[in-house]
């Protein structure tokens, strides 16, 4: 057994028995070592890895529970989503895995990571991944039918995260196209992209952040007005459990669109949980080194996903995609 697979071993016993502590005996049968090695496995985690553990005297235990593979397949319900699951301790981008190993990967490969080093978003904008409190994951998709338009995947994920959320009994809400906010303040967001070779798709990829368990002060700063955590809201979240249900409602929405071509299940719930909708907000046109910036009221989103404004300088309306353009209240995020 090498050091990566007794890590793996002993962080998903500690995430099974989350909350309790497991004693140093156990923990050295379970990857039968003595307790040198042990401790220095527990070190490595603590100090290079960052993993959120504790230790005691004669126990280790966790500070809340982490990404575990076991963990996420007990609760899914899929017939291809997350078979396989890869888990990673740490990664330079998820999305980027399943990018330089796509021919290799089968369609419905779920990529997890503890932690990632050079996550971004839409826009190219930095997302921050520290070790072992928030989800960061991307999902590969090779559908059989391929004529339809991919930017709206963005839209059904955010809507099969918002039902996923609800199990946690969080309010959430879609700050169009790929934000999801709670309390007006950004948890998660998603980066949908498309691989090609020629003329020919050759995947999809998903690629989702969520700031599950993060303090107040792991947020950096200059973005703590803008973003928050589930943590920060309900209390410690098990990660396991929202991937799991996430890709369950995932796979019943999208399996449901390309059977029917109907976008309604999704983005009316795109619209419900809106935190746009009836808003008046800057809207700001990103094209290269130009840029403008108009206040629109925001009246819907319309059945292929795009953003219905009206602004208020002309009274114009005016159909916007998610592109180019990004949407600001007067002081703040949103």
Known sequence: MNVIEMKTLLLDHLNKVYPQSETIQILMSLISSDQDILIQLVTELLLEDKMPLVRMQQEIRLLYPILSIPAVQSGLKTHSLGKPTLLFQTISSTNDYLKNNLNSLDNGTLILAHK????????????????????????????????????????????????????????????????????????????????????????????????????????????????????????????????????????????????????????????????????????????????????AKIETINDTGFLVVTYLDTFEKATLTSTNYSIRADHGYI
């Open 116 to 295: 990632q080093s050079f996550a971004r978003g839409r826009l190219g904008r930095a997302w921050s991944s520290p070790a072992g409190n928030t989800i960061s994951m991307s999902l590969l998709l090779k559908p059989e039918k391929n004529n339809f338009n991919y930017s709206l995947l963005t839209q059904l994920a955010a809507a099969a995260l918002i039902k996923a959320l609800t199990f946690h009994n969080t309010i959430a809400e879609i700050k169009w196209p790929n934000d999801i906010v709670v309390n007006r303040k950004k948890v998660a967001g998603i980066l949908t992209e498309t691989e090609y070779s020629g003329n020919t798709l050759e995947g999809i990829i998903l690629g989702i952040g969520i700031n599950t368990n993060l303090d107040e002060s792991d947020i950096p700063l200059d973005i703590r007005e803008k973003a928050t955590s589930l943590k920060s809201v309900i209390g410690p979240v098990d990660p396991n459990s929202l991937v799991s249900r996430f890709l369950n409602e995932f796979e019943r929405l999208f399996d449901g669109w390309i059977t029917t071509w109907d976008t309604k299940p999704f983005l009316e719930i795109c619209r419900n949980h809106s935190a746009l909708i009836g808003g008046e907000y800057w809207i700001e046109e990103n094209r290269g080194i130009k840029s403008s910036k108009r206040k």
